[in-house]
């Protein structure tokens, strides 16, 4: 290289470096979601190799919170900064016992001071911290770096309660390694709650000790005929306890009664209907098929790894299908902490409609048996909703309504705004288009308090963006649709309409997109941002 262009090339990384150089003040610093209030002081705290963490309240898990901020801050520092009671300069008060998620964040020249009413709020005022350090915070190895912090004041709290995504691992089945790298990303989004779609027509993902062919036949294969998988109960458990350590809710759904084709074919005698071979016109009684006997000798289904939807039905009118119900509810409640269980109900277009509602009233009736609050797509509102259960709107405007008529709350999901499959153009190398093209900025321009006609802010209990993964095979093909709309959706979950700003929100996205540069995730770096 001749020496004029290796000079300009320098000055020009010297360019790209310094516009990556800390932030002057907190005004400008790159927070996702945008919290309620930022104060911009003058100054910054400087971190250094001598700064200590100071626990301060009490805590069960104030200490692992300590160290969480140390592993965040270690990498990239070459920090091993000590964590205790004694006198430090970045605090972390506990000042009350709640689950509020409120914190604050207070820098000064001489001292950071994260406080809050419980330990999610901690959490919350670290990922802040973190993201008001400057973007080279993220390098996996140490960056010779002014580890500066912008003097001012962040008050935070969230919007909605639930802030949620949903990972279907049905259709293409992901290792728990990568289940947990999603679960770090959400994490650093103030995202609380994971829903896991276990179950569809292509797979039975989750080992249910009474009902072994659910695992060792439902789930052999995947969308397109791969090999499948699915989660051991300790491996459940393991994903349950490292969303919890990041302040994240698992909500397990068993989609039932349509969709449900792998346990169809893992035991014959869910199916409904008379499956006669051909020819035989079955046994009789009194002159008459003895309808009794062949409804309970159904054949399985088969395998399916196509993409179609609305084929499947259990059985509504046997006793044995809701003694199946029943003990994957039980075994499944047994290992899950949170407080919901999702019993699916869409697109169950072979179900006759009496026994949809009689099949959807009698599962909600067996969570609530084992202690769980019942969530289900908008469909499950044409049924009688026992209260406190939960309907996740992502078709019909009708049927949110009729929740919300019932007293019943309002998960918003919205396909046209809030699915992570859905294409960003047409031109995206995967996804489906059958809802709408989401390009990010139609995924952050909306308002789940005025989006479906009839429901106000006081009927939803949150948000939540699912993916569906028909065409989703690998961790890089997650990141490529989630991020950044996931982002977006993040900061509708907890920002309130009002501050919300596409034009800020671009300044600000563009800045994470650095972040999950060196992160290595690979988001789709959509021609709506200047990367
Ligand atoms: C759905 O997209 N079938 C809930």
Redesign the pocket.
């Known amino acids: 290289m001749k020496k004029s262009i290796l000079g300009f090339f320098l000055i020009f990384s010297a360019i790209v470096f310094s516009c990556q150089e800390p932030i002057n003040g907190l005004e400008e610093a790159a927070i996702i979601p945008l919290p309620s209030s930022i104060q911009a002081g003058s100054g910054a705290f400087e971190l250094s190799s001598s700064s200590r963490i100071q626990l301060i309240g009490s805590s069960k898990n104030l200490s692992d919170l300590g160290e969480f901020l140390v592993s965040k801050l270690k990498p990239a520092t070459g920090y091993d900064l000590k964590v205790g009671t004694e006198e430090g300069d970045i605090q972390l008060v506990i000042n009350g016992n709640d689950d509020s998620e409120t914190y604050s964040l207070d820098v000064e020249k001489s001292k950071v001071t994260i406080s809050a009413s419980s330990e999610a709020g901690i959490f919350y005022g670290i990922q802040t911290l973190v993201q008001i350090l400057p973007v080279q915070i993220e390098s996996s190895t140490v960056v010779e770096e002014s580890w500066r912090i912008p003097v001012g004041k962040i008050e935070d709290k969230p919007d909605y309660s639930y802030r949620g995504s949903m990972l279907d691992v049905a259709r293409h089945f992901f290792e728990v390694e990568d289940v947990k790298h999603y679960i770090d990303q959400m994490a650093k989004l103030k995202l609380n709650y994971l829903h896991l779609h276990l179950t569809d027509d292509q797979g039975w993902r989750i080992e249910i000790k009474s009902w072994p062919n659910l695992t060792s036949i439902g789930a052999k294969t995947e969308v397109g005929g791969g090999e499948g998988g699915y989660y051991t109960q300790d491996q459940y458990k393991e994903i349950v306890d490292y969303a919890a350590k990041n302040y994240i809710t698992i909500v397990p759904e068993i989609d039932m009664p349509g969709h449900t084709n792998a346990a169809l074919a893992s035991y014959g005698e869910l199916n409904p209907g008379v499956n006669l071979p051909d020819g035989d016109f079955g046994t009789m009684k009194e002159g008459k098929i003895d309808f009794d006997i062949l409804d309970k000798n159904p054949q399985p289904a088969e395998l399916y790894t196509g993409i179609e939807?609305g084929f499947s039905t259990l059985a509504t009118n046997k006793d044995i299908t809701y003694q199946f119900i029943e003990d994957v509810i039980r075994e499944i409640s047994e290992i899950t902490p949170g407080p919901y269980f999702h019993i699916g109900g869409?697109?169950s277009h072979v179900t006759e409609k009496d026994d949809y509602i009689y099949f959807v009233e009698k599962v909600q009736e067996i969570t609530a048996k084992y202690g769980k609050i019942s969530i289900g797509?908008d469909e499950i509102a044409t049924t009688k909703l026992a209260k406190g259960n939960v309907a996740q709107f992502?078709?019909l405007e009708e049927n949110a309504k009729l929740a919300k008529d019932q007293g019943n709350q309002i998960l918003m999901s919205p396909?046209k705004r809030a699915?992570l499959d859905m294409q960003y153009d047409s031109t995206s190398r995967l996804g489906l288009h059958w809802a709408a093209y989401i390009e990010l900025d139609s995924a952050y321009m909306w308002d789940p308090a005025t989006y479906a006609d009839g429901i106000s802010k006081a009927d939803i209990l949150g948000v939540e963006a699912?993916l569906?993964t028909e065409t989703i095979k690998s961790r890089a093909d997650i990141e490529y649709m989630v991020f950044p709309r996931l982002a977006a959706i993040a900061e509708i979950a907890w920002t309130p309409t009002p501050k919300r700003e596409w034009t800020d929100f671009q300044r600000r996205i563009a800045v994470q997109g650095k972040r999950w540069d060196m992160n290595g995730i690979q988001f789709y770096k959509s021609p709506k941002v200047n990367w």
């Open positions: 939807v869409d697109e797509w992502w078709a396909a699915y699912p569906w």
